[in-house]
């Protein structure tokens, strides 16, 4: 039970701050599978070598917070 609750506080808020107009198709693409289509948006993601790497490529338009 307690791998769970770790597991969640794990996670990461990712908010999209910025309008992905003008940006790269491959940047749209990234906050496509993030989950995210609208500004203000806020999505809940685990954080993961995946994720970050994802964040990485896209952090200009994004806020991260832990959750």
Do not use: C, F, N
Not at 34 to 63: A, C, F, N
């Amino acid at each position: 039970m307690s791998k769970t609750k770790s597991g969640a506080s794990q996670g990461l808020r990712i908010t999209l701050k910025r309008s992905p107009i003008g940006t790269p198709e491959r940047h749209r693409l990234v906050l496509r599978g993030l989950g995210l289509r609208k500004i203000r948006q806020s999505v809940l993601r685990p954080d993961t070598p995946q994720v970050r790497g994802l964040i990485h490529r896209v952090g200009y338009l994004l806020e991260v917070q832990p959750s």
